[in-house]
Every structure is written in structure tokens, then in C-alpha cells.
């Protein structure tokens, strides 16, 4: 017993050693964000090694402000972010709820067609959106168009047809015979027994909106109606930038979502992971 | 289950809607485009125009070349990484797994931008981190941004960082869906645990690997932010463009429509073709 223990042990601290060096290289990025983001520029460019956080992220913060209006696009960012988490987990759970519940003509075309998109590049999209809502509907620049175009999606709406066809079909049924309307049962029934899976669609669904980079760069390029990211992604590659202001920025950008990662774990992880176990 | 056609419309009607104007139409019309000269308004019918163009231009097929290279390296390490932490997270000998999941897993939340700007600090000349480390252990200084083969491997190492953990999730959610009896039973009849992983685990997780290769084949086609931030506009001269890249300067720095369309619709052919060949692929040895 007491081999098997040891064996057991070394295996453990193999493991171990292995794991704490990648793990090491993994955090590596996210903390020298945060490093370069506390140090003057002229700290950045110096031939020292710098490993520890400096105190300069006020400054550096400031700097950002005069090159671009950041808390501007933070307050688009945040109020799309929010507006399109809730419309697109009501629409995707409307739709979810509609294919695991129901019976009827034409089902299998569509969830057919859902699962097709999966398998298609955005790319293709990309350009004849682009010219709908810029040309013809005459939407640059605002958060419609922030908003409204990506509130496709595929894998959410498969993910809540899977949980609500996981629910027993009497707690339905009950309140059929009593004469509940179709709708109120969803409301009232289906949704708050779905909470956590809502959960987990909100929180992929809103970081998925934080972090958007390549619609509102093209949609929204007028300099009041850049998104977070696209303002930051501005100043990249200007010679005459702060870097320590484009480093706060990032922080900014990053480390609210790591917050929220830490404290719903669980959800984030179910949201993820849902495309692909069934 | 009932047979409701009007119920079942009502609730899917928004969701059709957006699907109807934001995909549909767009998937049609994007093809329709391709197929129109656009560099003049009005455009016009020119079926030959931007697909002829495309097969005689150099720049689409370094795209091309480029992409599948980062594709044909990135995705395999990528996906063999994730399975490797996957694994070790799943170990029942791992001790504050917390903070090993954390540090795996947090690159999921980082935006692309915040990412690609501390990858280009990080890998500068001569004030990046990563080339004083080289430095310090003896190793000769990389420059990371004006050669194509150093460049190419920071994109494939940014992106592998950034996905990684997220592949790693859905395969240890895969992993941990498998029945703990499979293994009792193994374990009793003395099976290794190499040989555990590689009859029971990998087997059973096909379907899960092929998700992910799925969706890391679909992500990398059409790879932007990475080439577009971290090595300026696809540089250094071209060397680092993707297709992703060549349909943005193509359709949105020339506003040439048509031939962005032609872009986009090889990529997603690309894309198509080489989800099928997996997909048979791993049909055929089950």
C-alpha cells in the first residue's frame, strides 16, 4: 500500500512541476499587461527587465483620455453590451424554446439551416451587411447597427433548444389544462426553471459583444461612435502614442471580464463548453 | 410535444427575422457580388471580373498560402495542447486546481485587441520582455516583426494563446461526461493510464476533438486582428497577410465589393472543404 502511495506521489509531483511552469508562461501576458500598464513610457523603453507593477496608471490613464476619448467608448461599449445581451438571449431563447417544444411544418429545414451556419465563415456576410446597414438603411454610426446585425446566433440557440428540452413535459402540460396561455408559460415557467443555463448564455453573449473588434470597426468608425476595443486598436501603430495609456486601456478592457470569469466560473465554463457535449 | 405551426412561428418570428435579413440575404448577395464589376458605380454584371482577377493575383495567393500555413501549424499544436491541459486539470492528483483552471482559462476573456497590443509590447526589438529573457539566458535577440518566419510564429503563438484554454473547456467538459465506471473497470484489469487515454478517452472524445477542430479551422480562416494589430497591417511586407486581411484591404481600404465577395467565398469554400475531409476522415476509422 504504501508503494503504491509513494507512486502515487511522485506522479503528483511530476504533474505538478509540469503544469506550475505552463501555467507560468499562460499568466504571463495578463500580468505583464497589468505591469506595463503601472509604468511611465520611458520605463516601457528601457533596457531593464521590469517584472513588478510601478505606480503610474493614473498617469498613464490620463494619457490614454488626451489620445482618445476611452470612457466615452466605454459608456457605448458597456450600454451595447448590455442592450444586445438581454434582446439576444430573449430572441435566442424564444427560438430555443420554440424548437424543443413544438411540433411543427418545416422544423427540420431549420434547425437544419442553424446548424449549417456553424460551419460558415461570418466572412461571407461580413461585406453585404456592410453595405446594407451603411448604404441602404443609413445606419453607420449607431448603435442599432451595433447592436441589431450580430444578434444572430447559432450555438446560444442550440444550447437553450437542449435545456428546454431537457424539462419534463407534465410541469407544461399542468398549466395547459388550466389555460395558460402559450406565451405565459414560457415567461413564467420555462424561463426561471432555465435560470442558470440563461445564466450562461448572458455571460458568453455579453463578452462576446465587449470584445467584438471587426463589425464596429467597420460599422462604427466615426470617432464618437467607436467602441471600446476599436478606439484602443486606433492608437496601435500610431508612432506618437502613449503605450502605457494603451496598456491602461487593455487593463480596462480585461480586467472587469476576469473579475466576473472568477466570481461565475461555473456559468462561463457551461456556456462554453455547451456547444460541443450534448 | 404538439403540432402548433402558428405557436411555434410566433416565437421563432424575431429570431427568423434577424436571421433572414443579417444571413440569408447576405449569404445570396455577397454571391451575386462576386460576380459584379464594382470598382464603377452603377455596377454591373461581369461574371468573369473579380474570379478571374483572383486566380492571376499574386497577393491572393500568398493570402492563401499564408493562412493555410498558420492553419496547418497553429490548429494541430493547439488542439494537442488543449487535450494535454484538459488532461492534467481532469487529474484527481492535482492540487488548487483553481488557480491552474484561472490561468488556462483567462486568456478566454481577453479581447482581441488588449491581447494583440501586450503581444506586440512584449515581442519588441529591443525593449520587448520576451527578447531581455532570450538575452538573459544567453540566447540571441529575435526580431520578431521584420522577418517573415519569426513573425508567422508570433501570430501562430499569439492565437494559440488566446485559444488554447478555450479548446480546453469544451474538451474537459467532454472528458468529464465520460462514465467514471469505463475506468473502474479498466483500472481493475491493470490498463495503464497512457493506455486508458489512448483506447477509451481519445475514442470516446472523437466527436468533442472534431468540434473543436471545427470551429478552430473556421476561426483561423478567417484570422484578422492578430496579422491586422500585432504585425502591422500583415507585414513585414505581406508576409504575415491572411485572407481575412486581404478581403479587409480589398473590400473596406479599396471598396472594391466584388472582389472582397470573391475573397470571402473562398474562404468559406476552403473552410467547407476542409471540415468535410475531417469529417470523413474521422468517420472512416470508426
Not at chain 1, 449549417?116 to 446597414?133: D, E, K
Not at chain 1, 448603435?143 to 450580430?150: D, N, R, S
Request: proline share 5%.
Amino acid at each position: 500500500m504504501s508503494s503504491l502511495s509513494s507512486a502515487r506521489l511522485r506522479r503528483s509531483i511530476a504533474l505538478h512541476l509540469f503544469l506550475t511552469p505552463l501555467a507560468l508562461i499562460w499568466l504571463f501576458p495578463l500580468w505583464m499587461m497589468v505591469v506595463f500598464s503601472t509604468m511611465p513610457d520611458n520605463g516601457i523603453f528601457s533596457p531593464g527587465i521590469e517584472l513588478l507593477p510601478h505606480g503610474n496608471f493614473v498617469d498613464n490613464f490620463n494619457n490614454l483620455q488626451r489620445d482618445t476619448n476611452f470612457v466615452g467608448a466605454i459608456g457605448i461599449s458597456v450600454s451595447v453590451a448590455v442592450t444586445y445581451t438581454f434582446l439576444s438571449v430573449l430572441l435566442t431563447s424564444m427560438a430555443g424554446w420554440a424548437l424543443a417544444r413544438y411540433q411543427f411544418f418545416g422544423k427540420g429545414v431549420v434547425v437544419g439551416i442553424i446548424f449549417g451556419t456553424i460551419t460558415l465563415p461570418y466572412a461571407v456576410v461580413l461585406i453585404p451587411q456592410f453595405i446594407m446597414v451603411a448604404r441602404d438603411f443609413q445606419l453607420a454610426n449607431t448603435w442599432v447597427a451595433l447592436i441589431v446585425p450580430p444578434l444572430f446566433n447559432s450555438l446560444g440557440v442550440l444550447f437553450m433548444r437542449q435545456s428546454f428540452s431537457m424539462m419534463p413535459d407534465d410541469l407544461f402540460d399542468a398549466a395547459r389544462v388550466e389555460g395558460v396561455k402559450e406565451w405565459r408559460i414560457f415567461l413564467f415557467v420555462a424561463l426561471p426553471l432555465a435560470r442558470p443555463m440563461l445564466a450562461a448564455l448572458a455571460i458568453i453573449l455579453f463578452l462576446a459583444s465587449w470584445n467584438n473588434y471587426l463589425w464596429p470597426l467597420l460599422i462604427n468608425s466615426q470617432p464618437g461612435s467607436m467602441t471600446a476595443p476599436v478606439a484602443l486598436g486606433t492608437l496601435i501603430g500610431l508612432t506618437k502614442v502613449s503605450w502605457g495609456g494603451i496598456m491602461a486601456g487593455a487593463v480596462m478592457l480585461t480586467v472587469p471580464m476576469l473579475i466576473v470569469f472568477v466570481l461565475l466560473q461555473r456559468h462561463f465554463i457551461a456556456g462554453i463548453a455547451a456547444g460541443a457535449v450534448k | 410535444m404538439r403540432n402548433r405551426n402558428a405557436t411555434a412561428y410566433r416565437f421563432l418570428a424575431p429570431y427568423l427575422l434577424i436571421f433572414s435579413v443579417f444571413w440569408v440575404w447576405p449569404i445570396i448577395s455577397s454571391f451575386m457580388i462576386s460576380f459584379q464589376a464594382t470598382r464603377t458605380v452603377p455596377w454591373r454584371f461581369a461574371p468573369g471580373f473579380n474570379w478571374g482577377r483572383l486566380i492571376g493575383d499574386p497577393a491572393f495567393f500568398n493570402a492563401v498560402k499564408n493562412t493555410l500555413l498558420i492553419l496547418v501549424i497553429q490548429v494541430p499544436v493547439m488542439i494537442a495542447l488543449a487535450m494535454v491541459m484538459a488532461v492534467l486539470l481532469n487529474s484527481p492528483l492535482l492540487k488548487a486546481r483553481g488557480l491552474y483552471r484561472f490561468a488556462f482559462f483567462a486568456p478566454v476573456v481577453v479581447g482581441e485587441v488588449a491581447y494583440s497590443a501586450v503581444f506586440r509590447l512584449m515581442f519588441s526589438l529591443d525593449f520587448g520582455i520576451v527578447n531581455k529573457l532570450l538575452n538573459s539566458i544567453g540566447l540571441p535577440k529575435i526580431d520578431w516583426f521584420s522577418n517573415v518566419t519569426p513573425a508567422m510564429a508570433l501570430i501562430m503563438i499569439a492565437v494559440t494563446w488566446r485559444w488554447a484554454g478555450y479548446n480546453a473547456i469544451i474538451l474537459l467538459a467532454g472528458m468529464q461526461s465520460i462514465p467514471e465506471d469505463v475506468y473502474e473497470a479498466a483500472t481493475l484489469d491493470r490498463v495503464s493510464k497512457l493506455k486508458q487515454f489512448f483506447h477509451i478517452t481519445l475514442p470516446l472524445l472523437k466527436p468533442v476533438i472534431v468540434f473543436c477542430l471545427v470551429l478552430s479551422i473556421i476561426g483561423t480562416m478567417q484570422l484578422f486582428t492578430e496579422p491586422f494589430l500585432i504585425t502591422e497591417r500583415g507585414g513585414p511586407g505581406g508576409g504575415t497577410e491572411t485572407l481575412g486581411l486581404l478581403l479587409y484591404r480589398q473590400g473596406f481600404r479599396s471598396l472594391n465589393f466584388g472582389y472582397a465577395s470573391a475573397v470571402a467565398y473562398t474562404m468559406a469554400a476552403l473552410a467547407i472543404a476542409i471540415t468535410l475531409v475531417q469529417l470523413w476522415l474521422t468517420r472512416e476509422k470508426q
